[in-house]
Structures are given as C-alpha cells and as structure tokens.
C-alpha cells in the first residue's frame, strides 16, 4: 500500500519526526516517505477521528481562511479543533512531533481471554473484533492509554479468532500481529520473480509464503521464500 515505506523505516528505527529541519532527516529519500507517505497516514487517521464529511469542513474552511496565504500547523490545528469540538492537540503531537510509532499486537490469554498490547508509544483508539465459531461476532473499544487490554471471552462461546483495526484506521506498522491466530498467505506461482518480494505486492497483515519453479546458475529448481512485510526473508530451496 501506500504507506508500505514508512512501516519499513519505521520497523528499522529510521523513522522521524514530520516537522523538522530539513538536513535533520535520515536520509534524502525519506523526506518523502515521511512528510508524504506518513503525512497522508495522519490525514487518514484524522479523518477516522473527525468523519469523513467534517474533514471535509476542516479543509474548505483551512483553504478559505489562508487563499494565498501563509499558514502554520499550528492554525490547521486551531481549525481541527473549532470544528471538530475536540481538543486534537494529544493527536497532532505524538504523529508530528516525535518518531513515536503504533504497535498493537493481540494475542490469546489462556482460555477465556484475549489480551491486547500496546507495544509503541503512541496511544490511538481502536475497535477490537472477536468472532466465534458459531458464526456471531462483538466489537470492543480501546483509547490505548494503558499498556494492554484484556477481554474476557463471553461464557459458551468458542473463540474463532480476533483483530484489532479491521478496518485500517490507524497506521499500525506491524498489521500482522493485529490478527490472531496469524495470517499465512500462502501462494504456489507459476515462476518466481524478484518481484514477490517488493513491498507493494505483499500483504500488510500476514506472512507471505510464496513458492515456485525458479532458474539460478544450477539450471532450474523450486524456490520458497517466506517473508514478514518489510521485516524479513527467509529463503529455501
């Protein structure tokens, strides 16, 4: 996806701040990952916080009020916040001003509980989603203020597996531990290209298994390779 890059860098502890100096930044490149890749992530994000028709609000009236103007972060938070109602400050100061990253992973806790964890520093609130083997499904909240969050299973029923932000809401950079049990994909292709391993044609939230014929200087062979989104690669053969 779009945001493929940043969850790379920010898995290899490169990741920044969105507002500082320019020469600050880690390398050239990431000027981009950062400002756009992971600016987009926020804008996304505040949308999910705001609704989609109040984001709209905020960006007609932040274009009305400075039409060829000088605008600062500061002003477009001013108007976040008087439309929204919300004080979005604690928003807005851990996604742009630090290297903070979100990590939540789920996981199960003995028989009759699911327990959350927040493993980055940046608190976002998110649904939780359990479904049963019975073909019924809930949904709790979490602010993610806490370190973790434990859900009970509800009595008489068979947990058939859970996930935090189904719906992509929050820029996560480890999709895969938001999903339990975890997702394999496997796939048998008809020749293996370099391509299977480039980021954007690999699955945010699960482990990609990715099997066939491939041709090496030994002549032709099966090739196997499994691998974690911008994480890594383990090969057979």
Same mark, same amino acid.
């Given at each position: 996806?779009?945001?493929?890059?940043?969850?790379?860098?920010?898995?290899?502890?490169?990741?920044?701040?969105? #507002?500082?100096?320019?020469?600050?930044?880690?390398?050239?490149?990431?000027?981009?990952?950062?400002?756009?890749?992971?600016?987009?992530?926020?804008?996304?994000?505040?949308?999910?916080?705001?609704?989609?028709?109040?984001?709209?609000?905020?960006?007609?009236?932040?274009?009305?009020?400075?039409?060829?103007?000088?605008?600062?972060?500061?002003?477009?938070?001013?108007?976040?916040?008087?439309?929204?109602?919300?004080?979005?400050?604690?928003?807005?100061?851990?996604?742009?001003?630090?290297?903070?990253?979100?990590?939540?992973?789920?996981?199960?806790?003995?028989?009759?509980?699911?327990?959350?964890?927040?493993?980055?520093?940046?608190?976002?609130?998110?649904?939780?989603?359990?479904?049963?083997?019975?073909?019924?499904?809930?949904?709790?909240?979490?602010?993610?203020?806490?370190?973790?969050?434990?859900?009970?299973?509800?009595?008489?029923?068979?947990?058939?597996?859970?996930?935090?932000?189904?719906?992509?809401?929050?820029?996560?950079?480890?999709? #895969?531990?938001?999903?339990?049990?975890?997702?394999?994909?496997?796939?048998?292709?008809?020749?293996?290209?370099?391509?299977?391993? #480039?980021?954007?044609?690999?699955?945010?939230?699960?482990?990609?298994?990715?099997?066939?014929?491939?041709?090496?200087?030994?002549?032709?062979?099966?090739?196997?390779?499994?691998?974690?989104?911008?994480?890594?690669?383990?090969?057979?053969?």
């Amino acid at each position: 996806t779009r945001f493929s890059k940043y969850y790379s860098i920010a898995k290899r502890s490169q990741d920044s701040a969105v #507002v500082k100096e320019l020469p600050d930044f880690y390398a050239p490149g990431d000027i981009f990952t950062i400002t756009y890749g992971k600016g987009s992530g926020i804008l996304h994000m505040l949308e999910s916080l705001a609704g989609e028709e109040k984001l709209l609000t905020i960006m007609r009236e932040f274009f009305r009020k400075f039409y060829f103007k000088n605008a600062t972060i500061d002003d477009f938070v001013q108007i976040c916040n008087a439309q929204t109602g919300q004080d979005l400050g604690w928003f807005f100061k851990q996604w742009l001003y630090t290297s903070d990253y979100c990590d939540y992973a789920v996981q199960k806790s003995g028989k009759d509980k699911i327990t959350v964890e927040k493993k980055g520093k940046i608190s976002m609130p998110v649904e939780i989603k359990l479904r049963f083997k019975d073909g019924t499904e809930s949904a709790d909240y979490w602010d993610g203020k806490s370190g973790a969050k434990q859900i009970e299973i509800p009595e008489g029923k068979r947990l058939k597996g859970a996930t935090v932000d189904a719906q992509n809401k929050v820029l996560d950079i480890d999709k #895969v531990n938001n999903n339990f049990p975890r997702k394999v994909d496997f796939r048998m292709v008809p020749l293996y290209f370099g391509i299977y391993e #480039v980021l954007a044609f690999l699955k945010e939230d699960a482990y990609s298994w990715i099997t066939g014929p491939a041709f090496s200087e030994y002549g032709i062979g099966l090739k196997s390779s499994f691998q974690r989104n911008g994480d890594y690669i383990v090969y057979s053969g």
